[in-house]
């Protein structure tokens, strides 16, 4: 007989599920078998938790010998990620900002798509999605522009970091 599934709160799934990402940032890790590398246990050890729900005690004092990270930031996103200093956390700052570039690209690479599938319309489709596409390229432009700007900061912070 199966096992049944038992109901997870949506804001305990939510909060794993930030937790578990705050992780990945700061491990690297993007797959579960790399993650169950870097923290030493079986791949199934990460089935386990993300059943459940739950970050094993264990796993937060393993990051925490390995990489200075702090339990309670892992858990809840708040307070100092690192325990020693800033360059920890200026190197993740960047981490961050590369996830959320990376993120704006595939949806820009989304949105490109989408409009060259436009090309191939007939006229009376081309008509209907014309006047939609534009303002979304509009749109997408003006995000380009933002990221564009993103990166260049992010350059100027990885320069800091290297003097």
Known sequence: MPKQKREIDPYVEAAFLDAMDRIKVVTGARTQVQLADVLEVRQSSISDAKRRCSIPDGWLV???????????????????????????AAIAKVQERIKVITEDFAHLVCRVEDALDVINMTEAQLQQRKAYHAGVLSCDLERAKAVAAELNLMSADVAALSH
């Open 62 to 88: 393993k990051l925490f010998e390995s990489h200075n990270v702090l339990p309670t930031w892992i858990k809840t996103g708040a307070g100092a990620q690192y325990l020693d200093g800033t360059s920890h």
